[in-house]
């Protein structure tokens, strides 16, 4: 299995370094190695056909800011001179034109490459128009980490709760809102808690994608395109952020023991995200910077999985689940004869 | 697919609903129908080699009390006279001799029978002679249901995190305790509590088993044997049930902002059932009949999953999820060569 990776920052460093620690893993399970053959960042690239090693690549960066040796200005020439079976793309999310990560993944997927990414601006812009490319070249296209990080929400609905029918979809998507919530939960004011929220480094120095909500819708129209397989984009989302939110309506919700929480929300008659009262002890009145996500089954009932929305080993941890998942397919097919 | 089912009860008869309701889904899945062949409860059976009617045995069931027209001395004997491929025992829960179900289950796996249990008395008293006799015989043996209802913890941890090192796990395994629990953190008494999860319908007149903990540690041992890979039974549960706790003890929880639930850990160095503080807002800080599982794992952290722990239906659809695993696979092996 060769991955070209394009992206070299935190979530793209994170892949690097978890498969060099899954190595036997692959091993054991395939009876192969996973090998990166080319890695890209925004201006420089490296390439071996026999593999670059993940310690290699994390210490380049790291001590030159550059994944690779040589430049580039053209990344789909850089794909096309490499041979390789699947794209992951990290590079930075563009919610407003995709891109180069759009450019990347219909690149690979026209190629025939298999596909896992985590950034959120192609499949927020361009969900069905890359999932019909996927399926007309018969590739695996999985994004897991682009909703919620580690919690694995996408994967559970197409795996386990595979036999149910999901009417409907709630979640807390963003971490960092919830991170001030919690803290306003705690008597702080908004200014304070996103305060303190850029100075944990949980949110940016412009924190408008997070707290006005947008992040959330990206991760709502990309729930609502895979597990509903509706098909909506960005734009179909009614979105209100948290900034309005004050310590009286905390306090007041908190009298009825209730906690405000902004949940983005899939359902027949709903594409929106929005602040909500959520009772104490509901699996969504979670504190902290978790994501959590609580679909609704007509036989189950309501299944909810929560776990970190972000961070740099916990968002690849969701890159190597889709690889397993695209591996344990590709065995499948490929190896139907040799094995019976 | 022909199935034998072993237990009528409220489980077997959500399954034969279950099973009606997803005819179509086997249909399109697998190209084939999903039939029972023969139902037992514990006095009399029906078999018919072309399919049983799911309705005609709830019906019989229901006006007569019995499933079957035929009386049986030896559930043995029937399993013999019966060709089927997968026996769904869910006849009653024995935790001291393991009851009928250990010898159905034994019976089925000997004779090379895949098969789907949610009874926990077999998988807490004799669970690594089940696997290995699985094994050896080349049979899938699958439980999801008899953990937490319609919660996908087994089955999550299998799939979706099975690349993830899991190092431990926490959970709500006994939602008759956390109803209790929810209710003292409302202001009532323990025994107030209990009445009203007795007259729900929550708590059995007995209800030694759930709120002494029985329940929670049988659910651990299964846990542990099945995703840690342990080699434990019920004796080596260190157990500490709820009845011994005040509203006092309730209420200083909760002016340090926790809760009091009843956990099931397993780790390196706990085997254990006993109350413990969380904090609210944790994931396990849930109210009401719930269950909830938390695992630790070296990339993603913590993830955590919640649902219905018991019901009809609910645990019927863990039964289903196992039934599409099971098929899955099975359907790789068998269609191998069939389809390049």
Redesign the interface.
């Known amino acids: 299995m060769r991955i070209l990776v394009s992206g070299f920052g935190t979530v793209g460093q994170g892949f690097a370094e978890?498969l060099a620690?899954?190595n036997d893993?692959f091993k054991e399970r395939y009876g192969k190695e996973v090998a990166i053959v080319c890695a890209m960042d925004s201006s420089s690239y490296a390439a071996d056909p026999s593999g670059l090693s993940p310690k290699d690549l994390l210490e380049r960066k790291k001590t030159t800011g550059k994944v690779g040796t040589d430049a580039y200005s053209d990344s789909l020439k850089v794909m096309d001179s490499v041979e390789y079976d699947l794209l992951v793309e990290v590079s930075p999310t563009d919610i407003v034109t995709g891109g180069a990560g759009l450019k990347n993944i219909r690149h690979a997927l026209e190629a025939g490459k298999d596909v896992i990414t985590v950034n959120k601006g192609p499949l927020a812009l361009r969900f069905c128009e890359l999932i019909t490319l996927a399926k007309k070249n018969g590739c695996k296209f999985r994004f897991e980490g682009s909703v919620g990080g580690?919690?694995?929400i996408i994967?559970?609905c197409r795996?386990?709760?595979?036999?149910?029918n999901i009417s409907s979809m709630r979640g807390i998507l963003n971490g960092t809102c919830n991170f001030i919530l919690?803290k306003m939960?705690n008597g702080q004011s908004f200014e304070q808690a996103l305060k303190e929220a850029q100075q944990m480094g949980y949110a940016e120095t412009d924190p408008t994608n997070d707290i006005e909500g947008y992040d959330s819708a990206c991760k709502v129209v990309i729930l609502a395109n895979s597990i509903f397989k509706r098909n909506v984009t960005f734009s179909d989302v009614k979105i209100t952020g948290i900034t309005s939110i004050t310590s009286e309506a905390i306090s007041l919700a908190a009298s009825h023991n209730m906690?405000i929480r902004l949940i983005g929300e899939v359902s027949d008659d709903r594409l929106e995200v929005s602040p909500r009262l959520v009772?104490?002890?509901?699996?969504l009145?979670?504190?902290?910077t978790?994501n959590?996500a609580q679909v609704v089954?007509d036989?189950?009932?309501?299944?909810?999985?929560?776990?970190?929305g972000a961070?740099r080993?916990?968002t690849?941890?969701?890159i190597?689940?889709d690889?397993?998942s695209i591996m344990d397919d590709r065995k499948?097919r490929g190896g139907?004869?040799q094995n019976?």
Not at 159 to 164: D, N, P
Not at 301 to 308: A, F, K, N, Q
């Open positions: 978890v620690l899954r893993l580690a919690m694995p994967n559970l795996e386990s709760l595979v036999g149910e919690s939960d906690v009772p104490r002890g509901h699996p009145s979670i504190t902290g978790l959590a089954t036989l189950a009932g309501p299944i909810t999985v929560s776990g970190r961070g080993v916990e690849a941890s969701a190597l689940s690889l397993i499948e139907r004869c019976p």
